[in-house]
Structures are given as C-alpha cells and as structure tokens.
C-alpha cells in the first residue's frame, strides 16, 4: 500500500510518501525552491517522494493532507465573529485568500497533482484527518512503542492548540484538548515577536537568548509573576487561559498590543537587529521557565490520564529542546520519543500514517528502534553530480579512494581550527542537520563559535552551536547516558570539564558572558552550561561516526561541533549546487562532498551574481 502525504499551504510545506507503513521518503519544499519556511504547494517535494519511490500518482492509494480546511474556515469565522467589530483590516485581508485558495482546497490539490504528471482522477482518493491527529500520528506511529501518552503542542490546528492523546498498538484515541485562541505555541510566539525576532521561525533564537537571563534575579522572578498573574491563568493539570486583552494574533495583523506589554514589562518591544541588554534576556529566560512548567504539567496529567509509561511529542512546540531535557529529567515516564520534525512539516509522515493505520486499519509493526531512520529521507547525490560542479564552476578538489581515507583528512583540517561543509548522503528531513548537510568545527576551539556565528553562518554571535557526540561516548561530556540522535534533548556539560566562572560573571554585559571560556568543548558550551545534544550512531549515519571516530583517534576528543550547512535566512543545502555555492559565499575553509574535498584557497575566483544577503532575509 503506497500513499503519500502533503503538509503546507500555512507554512513549512512538504510531502512524505510512505508503502506498507514504513517511509520512503520525506521532505519540504523549501530545500528545493531556497525560501525558507515555503508555504507553497511541495510540487517538488511530491516529484521528489514519487521518484525515489518509483511510484506514479495513479499508483497511490491514497493522497492526504495534514488538516481540515473547512473546520480551520469555520473557525476563523467563529473567531472574528467572537471579537468583532474588533480585527476588520485582518478579516478583509484574510477572507478572500480564503474564499480564493483554502475553500477551494481539493481542486488546488488536484491541479497541483496534474501539473506533476497526468493521472485517473476518478481514482484519486483525497483524504483529511485533523492537523493534531496528524502531529500525534507523526510521533506515535514512528516510535518505538507499543502504547504511549502522546502530548501535541503547537500555535493552532483546526481547533486545537494543545492535546493529550493515548496511543496503542494501531489506534489513536484523542481524551483531552484546548482550543484556540489558548495556545502556548503562540504564547511562546508572542514573546518572540516583543523581543524582536521573526515569528514562526525565531522562536528557537528566544530560547537560545533565555539562559543569558539571571536566573537568581529579581527581575526574572518579577517578570514570571506578571506572566502568571496577566497573561495566562494556568492550572495544576496543565491547562491554561491566556487573556486576549493583551494579545492581538486572534484577529489582528501583530501577535500582541504593544503598548499594554511595554506598560507590563517596562520597556518596549525590542527592534529586530538591535543591541539586546539583560531585561531581554531575563524576559526571555521568564517565558521559557513558564513553558517549562506548562509542559511537565501536562505530562504530568497526560500520565494520569494513559497511565502509560512511555511519551510522544509533536507539535512546534516539541522542538524545544532545553524544556525537553527538563521533562526528561523529571522522569514522568520511563522514555519518550520526540518527533524530529515536530512541526508542520513533519504533519506530512503523520498524515500518511495516520491513514495507513486509521483509514484503511492496518496493523502496526512495533520496531525497536523509531521509523525515522535517523530522518535521512530526503535526497541523495551522486559522483556525476559533484563532477557537474567541478565542471560548471571549474572546482579544484581532490578526490580520495575511500571514505576512511576522507574521514582521516578530515578530522587534521577539524584539529587544525578549520570550519568545513559537510555533505553525505540523504538529506535530513527536519528543522536539525544531522550530518549529512552540516557545517563542522572543533569543539576545543575557543574560537570556534565566533568564527562559525559571524564568519559563516553571518549571524547573531549570541546563538549556539550542538555537539555532534559519538553515542558511546555522550556520557564522557554530558551529565546524560540515553540517545539523542536527532538533536532534541539539552543537557548539562559534565563538572569535571567545566571552567570556573568569574565572581562577577551575573553582573557581566551579554557579550562579555558569551566570550567568557566555560569548559574544555567551549564553542559547544552554552551560558548555562548546557548543549544540545546530537547522539551520532554506527547504523544509522556510518560516514558520520567514522569521522568523529577519527577525530577521536587524533585528539581524545569523540565529538565535534555541528551546524546547519546554510547561511542565515537560507534553507539548508539540498544538493551539490547549493553546497558549493553557499561555501564559496562563506569563510568556510573547506567543502567535504562524498569523498570529494574542495580546499577553499585552490578555487577560481567566484562572482556572486546574486548576493546572498539581499537574497534571504533575517530569519
């Protein structure tokens, strides 16, 4: 049984296929097309599915979209209706893209299908389960448990913006929700755009921003109990009221109304690009410690609830990694499992599989390990595809007869302080690079995280980079001894390879903290102390482990530093083109494709045609 499932048209589209309940392939649309978070139709994404699979549209036994248009068009309706006259200027806006494109879902499927390859239209078999539905089937149904509470958390489905959900076996059965405008993804969002960052994609740059803040503070304590007391009434369960006297996302055209917030907070919204002082840090620091709680509350209930010992997230909301490691640290349940495209992208896997299990009642294959397959599901490449860019850009590589001999080379350029491209095999399917499209430094190096964040990647310098650790070894640097293989958990540094921070360290400027030396893997170590872990295994990413491994054998070292293989506001390379490219653009020192290593010194002069930084924005 083939089908194929598509996510999108909101944001961050993509396309999945998945035969007989194990995925194919999946991937967004963004990595073909190079606009980050691409809402478009995944045209490409659905070329891509089909023809890594072999399949024909007319050989699917069924197409499913994530969501329920015509439930989310009714509550837009209700939601204007609620407020009004309140949101007009939002309602002329929004209503006839509505009225043009969502209402008319089903044929801009099936005309975006034809523009694909001809097909049996009477044969086509269009389904829709709801888009919570689809984030719970996404992790549930790709984990490696027989039953599990499944907790969704995100800005807004249909309906839904919070969800507790029991998973067995093959079925799915939905016990609690609550519903918009209460959400703590746009909670979360909201404070996101009041500190300046771009919502819907900046929101891991707030909770990067938050361990700046004192967490001893006055400030910080103050700022929590404005939070609790004015803008969300939250319960012992988990469930929470937000009140819309201070939010505008419901129906208007900005998440929040400025001036009430700056009358809370006392200063006014942040400016995007702007110099960040401390009463940014510390709200930022105050909203991540409510969305902590708010989630072990609710694992807490969704525990009681399932009295399973097993949990999955889904949802925007589960690509917090540093309030995933507190939940895993509270050991409510026995383990979880993290969907590693926990948003709407991966609603595409949920929805295949959700029909597969739920539709058409297949049963299920419990696997030992998750079905994601390290979420290398996205496209390959070839030598030919490397000799095309050596030919189209007259490249100076050498070439190596193996990949150990690769790694070997490799991991002297990583020991020398050099910042190197990264391309192997399948792209990772997901918000993480996993290496196999990833940007590699020496963790050792003091240096490392200023050359990657201002060199490179042309970002802001208070950002941090993960590890990439040889799963054998996590325990050696981490106070962690489980898997995180898709870079969804943070964890603390171990104290025996941690500096001792200065007396005065919580009275220091935010640069003066970023630049002060806080263990033995400094360009890995965040303010706090903490990394976001990537668990890298034999099986799953060979090439990967080899070069760690060597490394390893080079420094005593098993771990390395991994970034995205992209500059700021770019999507992450897809193919051969987009990595030269983007390392000819940058202050990267080498290029590692295949078995292929571009030195940067050795190649012709590259004129950029399109200047990259007019060509994507700030994320």
Avoid at 245 to 274: C, I
Avoid at 307 to 318: E, F, I, P
Avoid at 440 to 451: F, I, S, T
Wanted: aromatic share 12%; charged share 25%; net charge neutral.
């Amino acid at each position: 049984m083939i089908i194929l499932g598509i996510s999108g048209l909101y944001h961050d589209s993509a396309a999945s296929i998945i035969q007989d309940g194990k995925i194919i392939a999946a991937a967004q649309e963004e990595r073909f097309t190079r606009k980050k978070h691409d809402s478009s139709f995944p045209k490409n994404a659905i070329e891509f599915c089909l023809n890594y699979s072999g399949k024909k549209i007319d050989d699917l036994d069924a197409v499913v979209f994530y969501d329920k248009p015509l439930l989310k068009f009714e509550r837009l309706l209700e939601t204007y209706y609620e407020f009004s006259p309140k949101g007009l200027k939002s309602f002329i806006i929004a209503i006839p893209v509505w009225l043009k494109e969502k209402m008319f879902l089903k044929k801009m499927l099936k005309d975006g299908l034809r523009e694909i390859q001809p097909y049996n239209k009477k044969k086509l078999n269009l389904l829709f389960p709801e888009h919570h539905l689809s984030h719970a089937a996404s992790a549930f149904y790709s984990s490696p448990f027989k039953k599990a509470a499944i907790l969704t958390l995100d800005g807004v489905g249909e309906w839904a913006t919070t969800s507790i959900s029991m998973g067995e076996d093959s079925k799915i059965t939905m016990l609690k929700e609550i519903q918009f405008p209460h959400s703590v993804g746009l909670l979360y969002s909201a404070f996101t755009y009041f500190l300046g960052f771009k919502v819907n994609s900046g929101e891991y740059k707030l909770m990067g921003l938050a361990p700046y803040g004192n967490e001893k503070s006055d400030q910080v304590e103050k700022f929590k109990k404005i939070i609790l007391s004015e803008l969300i009434s939250l319960k012992e369960d988990g469930s929470f009221w937000l009140n819309q006297k201070y939010f505008n996302y419901a129906v208007g055209l900005r998440m929040v109304k400025d001036k009430l917030w700056e009358q809370l907070f006392g200063f006014p919204r942040r400016n995007p690009e702007t110099t960040f002082e401390q009463h940014h840090a510390d709200l930022g620091l105050a909203i991540q410690m409510v969305t902590e709680d708010i989630i072990i509350k609710l694992a807490k209930h969704a525990r009681e609830l399932t009295n399973a010992d097993y949990l999955c997230l889904a949802g925007g909301v589960a690509l917090n990694c540093v309030a995933n490691g507190k939940l895993q640290k509270e050991h409510i349940f026995k383990d979880i499992f993290i969907q590693p495209a926990a948003g709407d992208a991966g609603g595409a896997i949920g929805a295949a599989l959700a029909a597969y299990h739920i539709y058409f009642e297949k049963d299920r294959e419990v696997s030992p390990t998750d079905l994601m397959r390290g979420s290398y599901l996205g496209p390959d490449f070839s030598d030919l595809d490397i000799e095309q860019i050596i030919r189209k850009y007259n490249a100076q590589p050498i070439k190596f007869d193996t990949i150990q001999d690769v790694c070997k080379h490799t991991s002297l350029l990583l020991e020398k302080g050099s910042a190197i491209g990264w391309m192997q095999g399948r792209m990772e399917f997901g918000p993480r690079a996993l290496g196999r499209r990833s940007i590699l430094g020496d963790a050792r190096n003091p240096e490392m995280q200023k050359k990657l964040n201002l060199k490179i990647k042309y970002r802001e310098s208070f950002r941090p980079f993960a590890p990439s650790v040889l799963a054998e070894d996590v325990a050696d640097y981490f106070d962690y001894k489980g898997i995180s293989p898709y870079m969804l958990l943070v964890h603390k540094v171990k104290e025996s390879i941690r500096e001792i921070l200065p007396k005065n360290f919580n009275q220091l400027s935010i640069k003066e903290k970023l630049y002060t030396k806080r263990s033995k893997i400094p360009a890995i170590t965040h303010i706090d102390f903490s990394g976001r872990i990537q668990t890298v295994h034999k099986d799953t990413n060979p090439e990967y482990w080899l070069l760690i491994n060597e490394f390893k054998k080079l420094t005593g070292v098993g771990l390395v530093v991994n970034t995205s293989f992209n500059v700021r506001g770019e999507p992450i390379v897809c193919n051969t083109d987009d990595a030269y490219r983007c390392f000819m653009r940058t202050e990267m020192d080498y290029l590692v494709i295949g078995n292929y290593i571009f030195d940067k010194k050795s190649q012709p002069h590259f004129e950029d045609k399109e200047n990259w930084q007019e060509q994507f924005t700030m994320d």
